[in-house]
């Protein structure tokens, strides 16, 4: 036992032995749909003002631990066509919450498409992680106390809310909410219960997302972003969109964002290639294994957890 | 162009491709021979004075990135008898050579057995790794110019060799080299360019190799280690050993090697688990490539490569 953790109990091998069954489904439907696995650097230079990024000490320099595969995902879009990666992630992340770790492993997924494509091969491959689990990880669910038929009606499509539909629920519902603002964990808990099974939010407004998802052709104020949720209340396990694409859109949103240029050079270079349509999501690995494995902490997803006030063992 | 990289030529194409390929050979048969996925963390507490750790600033206190899944890989092994891990890995490393990153992807198992079964399921592994690619990247191999004859001669068992034999080997041959020496590059790469096929050298004396490594049962001056290394004059690829299972030698070990045991609590406290033997072995994703691909520096085998030099892109 470390801390309140008993490796030994039933339970963490249950979900320890779904995580691995989670990663093979992930990867076995990938590879066979023609992804090729790729792996991005973990040690990036200066990421300017980006926040929640963790500083190394990189010999005499300053580097910062990775939060995910852009700006490098788009060289190897750029030779594959589409390419996926399974690896740590980190970020500083002050709040103590259920839902939250500073490392966490994501599948990340980039390739030529728009967002529409997008979003259904996300939905094509959590379903088959679901179904997966509900055919090869039956002993597993049930110590867990997950039935089997929760996962086995996971079903594509899966709903779709735009997030000016989200507003518009949780206001008609009485909740004190005004549109622009970032959905909190209240509001993202009590959307996530009106569903069974995992859906997706659609268009954030600019500001909620990254500054590298592409405004929508009709409504600039609206990115080309998508959030997938789990249901029962657990709320955000993945997010992704469309990339901008042209060198020029992106220096004009750098500069409207106040990000330095000197920083970002080395991002700016990877827009040289041609332009093409470029679009990608990331699954929380921890906060997937948290909804299916019915977990009270996120923290129980991870052996090893890093958590903001825990580092030991 | 990245510096001297062009990520769109046939060359890096099917680099990246073999590597994707290794990857899914290693898996496949990890998976298949009932081996359990598994993470440690990447960011770790206190080292003491291990070298070779980059530190991380984790909010106010200081931690490291990993150099593999010591000591954790105890506690998994207690729960599962046979686990894996391909995940990235650091080291601090100040020489500019041809053979070393500071950030690696390893392919790491963890086992219960002894360093007999451990040198087996290596041989296995990479036997299995090369007669894959020789039937799945014809294509990628005759773009680098790296016959496919070459992988299909991999047989097992490889040789093996003692550190005793070695030492005898290359005194014989006229090298200054003296019993109880690191084998440094010159030395691995004659010994390696007599072999056409991966083979070991086993039983490092005390001190060559990490404290985690028993003691040999009948000369107490060698450690029961192994590493593993390509033909061709590549050199190391790989290296493991049987771990010490009993927490009053570890003790005795860490007090002999001067390590403060107040840093090292966290680890002293997985050797609670009732003693059981445990071997693993640790390959180097891009030295393994670098020998398949025939590469003459492993920045090549990585997209991103960091280096002493270079942290850009």
Known sequence: ????????????????????????????????????????????????????????????????????????????????????????????????????????????????????????????????????????????????????????????????????????????????VSWGQKLDWELENNLSLRFDQPFFITEFPVGVETFFFKSHPNRPELTLSVDLLAPEGYGEMGSGGQMIDEKKVLLKKMAEEKIEQGDQKWYINFMQYRTFPQSGFMIGLERLIQWICKLIHIKEASAFPRLLDSIYP
């Open 1 to 176: 036992m470390f801390g309140d953790r008993d490796f030994q109990s039933e339970k963490n091998k249950a979900i320890m032995k779904i995580r691995a069954k989670v990663l093979d489904a992930a990867r076995c439907w990938l590879n066979q749909n023609g992804y090729i696995e790729v792996h991005g650097p973990t040690i990036i230079p200066a990421v300017g003002d980006w926040p929640g990024s963790f500083e190394v000490k990189y010999f005499d320099k300053k580097a910062y631990l990775t939060q995910g595969l852009q700006p490098y995902a788009r060289t190897f879009v750029a030779s594959f066509g589409k390419v996926y990666t399974i690896a740590p992630t980190f970020r500083v992340e002050k709040a103590r919450t259920r839902r939250h770790l500073t490392e966490y492993w994501r599948i990340e997924v980039a390739q030529k498409c728009d967002l529409d494509t997008i979003i259904k091969i996300q939905e094509e491959l959590v379903a088959h992680i679901c179904h997966s689990l509900s055919k090869d990880a039956r002993v597993e669910l049930k110590c867990l106390r997950r039935q089997v038929k929760d996962l086995c009606k996971v079903k594509k499509p899966f709903p779709r809310l735009t997030y000016d539909e989200v507003i518009d629920i949780l206001q008609k519902d009485g909740f004190n």
